[in-house]
């Protein structure tokens, strides 16, 4: 297995044959413009990354196609669904999908159907494919703890913070 990389960017002219495997940390910075992206301009749908998302990859190229699986993780700020509350959790998935890479060897500029993955001047940059990955793991609703009480729908306090006192709620946790 290859040292770990800092980047997911490949030449195709120098792309082993049979194939390479690898692990992969790629920082914040170098994430974020994907995951900006991704977002369209809603600063409240840009994640918080809080560590640096980490993962191993297993790329093989087929004519014209490349193979790619692996797994990615990485710890992120979050807001709880129940109880608006911020937290750390994780997202993380496997991958596995098969990309088109335009001729073979050819070095002129491709993008593949999904327009995850571009060929320009015969480098391949996957990154992109891995912040797709990314957003398509963000949990649908995020949950501090799994017995999240939520808040209160009379006085809106959290009630993981115990029992609130309103009149438009019972003295227990509901």
């Not at 999904?114 to 015969?122: I, S």
């Not at 949990?139 to 009480?149: F, G, K, M, Q």
């Not at 939520?150 to 309103?166: R, V």
Request: charged share 25%; net charge negative.
């Amino acid at each position: 297995m290859e040292p770990v990389r800092d980047n997911l960017r490949f030449a195709l002219d120098s792309f082993p044959e049979a194939g390479t495997e690898f692990e992969f940390v790629l920082s914040t910075s170098t994430l974020m413009p994907y995951l900006t992206v991704a977002a369209e301009g809603d600063p409240d749908g840009t994640p918080n990354l809080v560590t640096s998302l980490r993962g191993r990859l297993d790329l093989k190229l087929a004519g014209r196609r490349l193979i790619v699986k692996g797994q990615f993780s990485v710890k992120t700020e979050m807001i709880c669904a129940r109880c608006l509350s911020t937290f750390i959790g994780k997202v993380g998935d496997t991958v596995d999908e098969v990309v088109e890479l335009g001729e073979p060897g050819g070095r002129e500029a491709h993008e593949d159907p999904d327009g995850l993955v571009r060929v320009k001047d015969g480098v391949f940059d996957l990154a992109p494919l891995v912040a797709e990955f990314f957003w398509l793991s963000w949990p649908v609703r995020a949950l501090c703890r799994p017995d999240c009480a939520g808040l209160c729908p009379g006085c809106g306090a959290n009630l993981n913070d115990g029992p609130c006192l309103c009149r438009g709620a019972t003295a227990t946790r509901h």
